[in-house]
């Protein structure tokens, strides 16, 4: 029995360490720009392998870009196809969850979610894609520690910065470079809605070849988003 008290001691000592991991380098982010996220990670090393030491090499591109900085469509049109109610919400939205979890149960080969941009961003800053509860509980977790830490300002910067858009194109700054050339706070409403479109799948958008999996329609969305910006 003494064994068993220490052993769960032991797990319950590690899990609570592990969160308070996680929400020391959130609490660093109101200052601090995240270098690199969990997620950036596992792309370098699909594409690149471990030979490579550092994520701006073997074609990776990013670059940071002030929140200020980037143009105003995009941050619309994002939240139009992501989280329409991403700055009345506290990270979560539970009908959009439902409503994901009953579209799933019905086809279980195209998965769907129904996560926020919170939710999304701390997946990807720190967890791996493996689809399982104990993975979500954890998202859930750092989602709340990112709700509660972090202006939503600051939420939507590191999202915007990190999100990817493309077969190793990651952050808005180098979205816009790769697709049309220009700085992030040049882009019209129409590429700001192509790339607000791409989201859901941005390696297809960028990529045929990884359009067998993906089941979006990008020129459908693209007039989905824009219509909801001219009303």
Known sequence: MKFLRYFFTAIV????????FFFIQILAWRWVNPS????????????????????????????????????????????????????????????????????????????????????????????????????????????????????????????LNHVEWGEGVFGVSAAAQHYFSVKPHQLSIEEAASLAAALPAPKCYDKVKYCSRARVNFPARIDFILERMNK
């Open 13 to 20: 000592l590690s899990i609570l360490s592990l969160q308070l």
């Open 36 to 159: 690199v996220t969990s997620f950036q990670l596992a792309e370098r090393h699909r594409i690149c392998g471990w030979s490579i030491p550092y994520i701006h090499d073997c074609g990776i591109k990013r670059e940071w870009m002030e929140f200020k900085k980037i143009s105003p469509y995009l941050k619309r049109t994002i939240t139009i196809s992501e989280d329409s109610d991403f700055y009345r919400h506290m990270g979560f939205e539970p009908q959009a969850m439902k409503d994901a979890w009953n579209r799933n149960q019905k086809n279980t080969k195209h998965l769907r979610g129904g996560s926020t941009i919170t939710q999304q961003l701390a997946k990807n800053l720190f967890l791996s894609g493996e689809k399982n509860y104990i993975r979500k509980a954890q998202e859930f977790v750092i989602t709340a520690m990112l709700e509660i830490t972090l202006p939503k300002e600051r939420i939507f910067e590191i999202y």
